[in-house]
């Protein structure tokens, strides 16, 4: 599919998205700075049509928002590993007040987070809505994965092979699409590439697997037999290559398996997303 | 006076910085709130309460579920608030970013997609120019933006409306106009671009 992805900016910028064309354009815009300006600005233009459907809340839900806030701590800001780095954004006419300044905004795979903002980040889908969209994605989808042991496939993402092959299973001509909504509001789209003998499973609202535990994924095969396809961060969004040959498998499951793995299937799929 | 018509979208150098009760800018206010200040916090919720919350209505309809996503629209805030960062565009738009994804997500989960779909019938007339009109008609920043909308085509206009007042994706948008598959997402686009283009949106 040669289709110009840049067109989807304003899509995006709207949230008129699907799951699985908000991944690929949000790997796209990582790396694409005409897109991102442009996001920006029409993210703002399209705030301004809010000021049509102004509408004061119930009275009642001032002080339900200021109880709930009182008992939850500000997350710390984003450090960028170099705070008063030359490099920082600076297209800004009018230099913010240093203090708000900066959050972090480094390229893929530089940017530095604590632990503690992580876990925050993966249960929180909508972490993602949060510093203006395309930002976080592109930390979510770095950061957030390197913090996490047993991901080789997702080490060093800048320079690993299983972020070009999801982009080009995304965007393959032949690329076919299952979804399942799971328990809970999350959605899991398997999008596959005979031609490439490829699929890649894209996440969205899914919680995290209780402590000590793992997603997992699989392929299944004619028989029906389960083959691991790899393990899959939890929480919030997110895009896993399945490993192995998926263009003859019959369907895709998540199981939660112990910490590393397993061999086969110990529990219920929580999701199987059939390919047909 | 509304303390709200000082707060505009473009960029923070623009709130009236001699606005008589309340010379302070959200971006101040959400700088305090990430050190944990309540009280800026309430400052806050009382300055865009209206806008995020109206326009999560708009997006949900049902009101019960409006206020719930509003709520965790605000507790999002209230956590990120030391990660906006200001060079990327201003505080009320970042906040209504989280407030119209929010929206989005919850619409687009199954049963609440399901209330939405009981009151398409009416949602369809909310989206037509004037009734949004009549509301905010004294107000000059929505007239503005009125104004704005009446530049774009016809079809720019609904397809964005759909998109992002109605929360449908383009293929949706695309579907409900008889529009070509994939000429929505366009229509959207050069909408946005026009709106941003004749309201001076700037970052």
């Known amino acids: 599919?040669?289709?110009?992805?840049?067109?989807?900016?304003?899509?995006?910028?709207?949230?008129?998205?699907?799951?699985?064309?908000?991944?690929?354009?949000?790997?796209?815009?990582?790396?694409?700075?005409?897109?991102?300006?442009?996001?920006?600005?029409?993210?703002?233009?399209?705030?301004?049509?809010?000021?049509?459907?102004?509408?004061?809340?119930?009275?009642?839900?001032?002080?339900?928002?200021?109880?709930?806030?009182?008992?939850?701590?500000?997350?710390?800001?984003?450090?960028?590993?170099?705070?008063?780095?030359?490099?920082?954004?600076?297209?800004?006419?009018?230099?913010?007040?240093?203090?708000?300044?900066?959050?972090?905004?480094?390229?893929?795979?530089?940017?530095?987070?604590?632990?503690?903002?992580?876990?925050e980040r993966r249960r929180s889908r909508s972490a993602r809505g949060l510093a203006r969209g395309w930002r976080v994605v592109v930390a979510a989808a770095t950061v957030a994965v390197l913090a996490i042991g047993g991901f080789t496939v997702w080490k060093q993402i800048d320079k690993d092979p299983s972020r070009a092959i999801a982009d080009q299973v995304l965007a393959a001509p032949d690329a076919t699409r299952y979804g399942q909504r799971l328990a809970g509001g999350a959605t899991a789209t398997v999008v596959r590439s005979n031609a490439l003998h490829k699929a890649v499973i894209v996440t969205s609202g899914m919680s995290q697997p209780p402590s000590g535990k793992v997603f997992q994924l699989w392929l299944q095969d004619a028989t029906g037999h389960m083959t691991s396809a790899g393990l899959m961060p939890g929480g919030g969004d997110q895009v896993v290559v399945l490993s192995g040959d998926a263009s003859h498998s019959k369907g895709a499951g998540i199981t939660v398996e112990p910490d590393g793995g397993s061999d086969q299937p110990t529990s219920d799929p929580v999701a199987f997303i059939a390919f047909a | 006076?509304?303390?709200?018509?000082?707060?505009?979208?473009?960029?923070?150098?623009?709130?009236?910085?001699?606005?008589?009760?309340?010379?302070?800018?959200?971006?101040?206010?959400?700088?305090?709130?990430?050190?944990?200040?309540?009280?800026?916090?309430?400052?806050?919720?009382?300055?865009?309460?209206?806008?995020?919350?109206?326009?999560?209505?708009?997006?949900?309809?049902?009101?019960?579920?409006?206020?719930?996503?509003?709520?965790?629209?605000?507790?999002?805030?209230?956590?990120?608030?030391?990660?906006?960062?200001?060079?990327?565009?201003?505080?009320?738009?970042?906040?209504?970013?989280?407030?119209?994804?929010?929206?989005?997500?919850?619409?687009?989960?199954?049963?609440?997609?399901?209330?939405?779909?009981?009151?398409?019938?009416?949602?369809?007339?909310?989206?037509?120019?004037?009734?949004?009109?009549?509301?905010?008609?004294?107000?000059?920043?929505?007239?503005?933006?009125?104004?704005?909308?009446?530049?774009?085509?016809?079809?720019q206009r609904q397809a964005l409306e759909l998109a992002y007042l109605s929360g449908y994706t383009h293929t949706e948008v695309a579907t409900m106009l008889d529009l070509p598959l994939g000429t929505a997402k366009t229509r959207i686009r050069d909408g946005l671009i026009r709106l941003r283009d004749t309201l001076g949106v700037t970052l």
Request: glycine share 4%.
């Open chain 1, 1 to 119: 599919m040669s289709d110009d992805i840049h067109a989807l900016s304003g899509a995006y910028a709207v949230d008129a998205l699907d799951d699985v064309e908000r991944a690929r354009f949000e790997r796209h815009l990582a790396g694409c700075t005409a897109c991102q300006a442009e996001v920006e600005s029409l993210v703002a233009a399209a705030s301004e049509l809010s000021v049509l459907t102004e509408a004061a809340p119930p009275a009642s839900l001032r002080a339900k928002v200021l109880a709930e806030i009182a008992t939850v701590r500000p997350l710390p800001p984003l450090t960028a590993p170099q705070h008063d780095s030359a490099d920082e954004d600076v297209t800004s006419s009018t230099p913010p007040e240093p203090a708000q300044a900066p959050t972090a905004t480094a390229a893929p795979g530089t940017q530095l987070e604590h632990a503690d903002d992580l876990a």
């Open chain 2, 1 to 155: 006076m509304d303390p709200m018509s000082r707060f505009s979208v473009v960029p923070s150098g623009d709130a009236s910085p001699g606005g008589p009760a309340r010379p302070v800018t959200l971006e101040q206010l959400l700088h305090r709130a990430a050190t944990g200040d309540e009280t800026a916090f309430a400052e806050l919720y009382d300055a865009v309460s209206s806008r995020l919350f109206g326009l999560v209505r708009r997006v949900v309809r049902d009101p019960a579920q409006s206020e719930e996503v509003t709520q965790e629209v605000f507790l999002e805030i209230w956590r990120h608030s030391a990660r906006f960062d200001p060079s990327k565009g201003a505080a009320l738009s970042w906040m209504l970013t989280i407030a119209h994804r929010k929206a989005v997500d919850r619409v687009r989960s199954a049963e609440a997609a399901r209330h939405r779909d009981e009151g398409y019938g009416a949602s369809n007339q909310d989206v037509t120019h004037d009734s949004t009109a009549e509301a905010v008609v004294e107000r000059l920043d929505a007239e503005r933006v009125h104004r704005a909308l009446e530049t774009l085509t016809p079809v």
